[in-house]
Every structure is written in structure tokens, then in C-alpha cells.
């Protein structure tokens, strides 16, 4: 299924870090920019998901899937207890409270360092393809990010349309991806 979503890459780049999530959030995504001529980077940092083996196993999903389209995918480090620090104070916000704003400022900071050091002049996330987060929290934490690093731009695509999220869905399926049934950190398990 192609979808028709028209996308618009800041600047015109070519390299895009691609800060992803999951697997089922990155597949619509990855297909979506190869589809269109374009080869995103995926970096892969979620030090929010607990327990340890819980985010292996995403990580896993994410790489077999980035191996299918011969797509670099790049795993930052895994440091859960730094992460909690983000979140001290708000272990009992609800979801799409203050503690998803900043989880999301602490990984996507993460990426747009990982995409200033690396050469990267544009950064988007598959946070923005989730129907279950808050789009204008995942800008604010984008735009954010970028403006901590030089040399970075958000781009604050909403994947979730032009048949994006009923392409996700399908490659959920055609995929047979494990779909987690929470955000990833101890706090949304509850």
C-alpha cells in the first residue's frame, strides 16, 4: 500500500536521524522515507523501558526490521537510572502528563547530540506516529532538543497521516512485530 502522505524534509536534507521508539512505530515511518527516496539513520535511544529485557526485546524487533530495508540503526546507551532522573517527582503523572514531556526531552536530546556530533542537520521521531502521545509534548520536546545543539533541525512531521497509521497497522501484522502494550517505563505499566 502506498501511502499519501507528502512530506517536506527541512532544508531539502538528505540525512535524517530518525529517533524511533519500536519497531511498530518505525515501520510506516522507514518505509514511508525509502519509498520516496530517502535513507533515514534510526537511533534507537530508550533508556525509559523497563525491564531490561523488555527493551532488548524491542530493540530487537527495531534492528530486524532496519536489517529488511538495509538501514543503519545506531543504539545509544541503555542507562535506565539516569533516565529516572527525568522522571523523579512525576512517577504518578498520568500519560500525556509532565513525565512523557520530559522522557521525551531526555531521548530526544540524546538523538539531536547523536545527530550534531554525527553530521545530521535534521531529526524526527516515530514518538510522532503514536496515537497514544501527545503530539504537541513530542514538538515541544523536539524543538527543544535541537535547540541545545547547533547545527540541528526538528522536523515536527506528524506521522500518523496521509494512511500512515493504517499502513502501521498493516505492517504490525505482515511483520508478526511484538507490540508492547505499554509506553516502556515502569511508571505507564501501572
Known amino acids: 500500500m502506498k501511502t499519501s502522505l507528502q512530506i517536506e524534509v527541512p532544508g531539502g536534507a538528505s540525512r535524517i536521524l530518525l529517533h524511533a521508539c519500536c519497531a511498530p512505530c518505525s515501520g510506516a515511518i522507514v518505509e514511508c522515507l525509502m519509498e520516496r527516496g530517502y535513507r533515514p539513520v534510526i537511533f534507537y535511544s530508550n533508556s525509559n523501558i523497563y525491564p531490561r529485557e523488555e527493551y532488548e526485546h524491542r530493540l530487537n524487533e527495531c534492528v530486524r526490521y532496519a536489517q529488511q530495508w538495509g538501514v543503519e540503526i545506531v543504539e545509544d546507551e541503555y542507562n535506565h537510572a539516569l533516565w529516572g532522573g527525568c522522571a523523579a517527582g512525576l512517577e504518578s503523572e498520568p500519560e500525556r502528563g509532565g513525565r512523557c514531556l520530559q522522557c521525551f526531552k531526555f531521548r530526544l536530546l540524546r538523538a539531536a547530540q547523536y ?76
Open 115 to 190: 545527530a550534531a556530533a554525527n553530521g545530521f542537520p535534521v531529526l524526527t521521531t516515530t514518538l510522532a506516529s503514536s496515537r497514544w502521545k501527545s503530539l504537541e509534548q513530542v514538538n515541544e520536546a523536539g524543538f527543544w532538543a535541537c535547540s541545545q545543539v547547533e547545527g540541528v533541525t526538528w522536523w515536527p512531521q506528524n506521522w500518523r497521516k496521509g494512511g500512515l497509521q493504517e499502513r502501521r497497522n498493516q505492517i504490525l501484522k505482515e511483520q508478526n512485530f511484538y507490540n508492547q502494550l505499554y509506553c516502556g517505563c515502569e511508571y505507564s505499566k501501572r
